[in-house]
């Protein structure tokens, strides 16, 4: 079975980043992160 990071360790890591190397703090819209997330759980991959 494949283990997906859940919303909250994904926002972990982008703190993390943003703390190492800079750059934007905030995320567009739910939308944005929510779509690839819930198409990734579903098998497809966009190419």
Same mark, same amino acid.
């Given at each position: 079975?494949?283990?997906?990071?859940?919303?909250?360790?994904?926002?972990?890591?982008?703190?993390?980043? +943003? @703390?190492?190397?800079? =750059?934007? #703090?905030?995320?567009?819209?739910?939308?944005?992160?929510?779509?690839?997330? +819930? @198409?990734?759980?579903? =098998?497809? #991959?966009?190419?």
């Amino acid at each position: 079975m494949t283990d997906y990071l859940t919303v909250i360790e994904v926002f972990a890591i982008h703190e993390d980043q +943003i @703390a190492s190397y800079g =750059g934007l #703090t905030v995320c567009v819209t739910e939308a944005s992160w929510k779509r690839p997330c +819930i @198409a990734r759980k579903r =098998g497809f #991959t966009p190419t």
